[in-house]
């Protein structure tokens, strides 16, 4: 049990490293989900977060997908959580794309 | 809306009785003779695409013998009209055609119920026939709880004066036929023009469907994968991967759609071209209204209303800004219900992923500005993420209005383009 893993309503995955988690003084993530997000699904669980709900409910749409548990986590904590939200077409677009998006040019 | 092609609006037409020219869709030259071996000569082809002056960009052609079918095949075959690619065309029997008229049913917004319209002057938009001979065109309101009756379409007939008994009896016959392609279909227009007077009677030799895309959930049968509004041309793969994004999950919308798909208009007119996401629709316009003057053109229409999750805003943060031609992305809430933070974070998680080398500070002149539920937070949110102390971009907050808006992103711009010479 070293990864959380569950996916969300949107299509996506939210992954957290619980190795990391275990050495995180702050747990700015589980502190995020339950009073500043919506959603409230985290919770401590033998001191590393855990889901307060199935992971059917979470994918259901129990998580509001507000981000703020990888935020909160890059800022405040180990840098344990990593939220994977995909959107294939604009991949597919960017395959075919001839000219390069700015944010990939001078970088 | 969902535009059907001419094909698939003339399926509509034939299940339910309206005569249409025997056809084929065929995406080959193989395909095309098979096809003419069965229809026989003369064919028309029509390139089968969703612009409405194809007849006028050389998208319809005639064969009168196999050679004359096979150049007119690989001319259109990956031809482009109006930005959208052809792909099939649609091989269909000519016909002998006496006359044409405009035969239609839409929705009138101002009294809020179907109107049947029927003009004398068919093959011409109707636009133009309005214009140049408004009489020639009559109308009248359906009352959908009553549908259109034979009697009904009798007598709208009846007023454009010169058709004949036997005209007024097949057009009525086809005018109640086409309302219940509408109904059945949840349509926002159901038009045929030109509607030919052919030997054998009435028939529908084009074909426009439009459906409502509030209703096309529903209109399972039709295909349907894209209900944006896109206008006289295909979706774009990039507005398609937008519309992919409220696919699976309602909290919130996202309507993206490329208003100059490859800038040519913005730089044609002088302009730079930006990418833009408004929260309110309004907001969008009247960025706009604040830009154009000083000679900036958002390249692309973004509304993101009803409180979208941060994910939905992190999406289409990145498909605003993988339009190569833009030299400034905007970010503008009106004084929004919704609650911001959840906004900032979507697009604070795209701009350290698409700016890994400068944690999230982007490389052309941004603007976001909130305004409205935890902006205060949204605002904060940028400045802990250290985006805010970026050189080219500007995090503003409740107090600022969007002319105050356009001329700080005008001067972020002279300034980004003076130092950097732009990319």
Redesign the interface.
Known sequence: MEVLEFEIRSGGTIRIDLEKCETCETKACVKHCNTQGMGQILELKDGVPALKYTPEEVKRGACTEDLGCELECELRGNHAIVITLPLPELDEYLRDLSEKPTYLRGQ | MARLLEHQGKALFKQKGIPIPEGRLVGSVAEARTVADELGFPVAIKAQVLSGRRGKAGGILFADDEDSLLKGIKELLGKEIQGSAVDRLLVEEKEEVQREWYMAVTADPSTRQPVGIFSSRGGVDIEQTAESEPASIVTAPIDISEGLHHYDAMDLLRQVGDLDSRQMLVLANVFTRLYQVYREYDCKLAEINPLALVEQGAIALDARVDIDDDAASRQTTLDIDFAEEAGDRAAT??E??AA??DE??H?GTVHFVQTDLDASYARGSGMVPVGLDAIGAGTGLTIMDELVPLGYYPINFCDTSGNP????F??IT??I???????GYLFVSCVSSQ?L??AA??V??AFKE??P??AGQ???PCIVLFRGGWDD?AVD?FR??GISEGRWIKVLGRDTMERELAEIFDSLYRDWKRE?GG?
């Open positions: 793969l990039l398609i991967a992919t994004i699976h999950d909290r999750v941060g994910s939905k992190y999406r990145k498909v800004l993988a339009q190569p031609q833009i030299e609650q933070d959840n974070r979507g604070i998680k698409l700016y080398g400068t982007p490389n052309i937070v949110l802990e993420h950097t990319l």
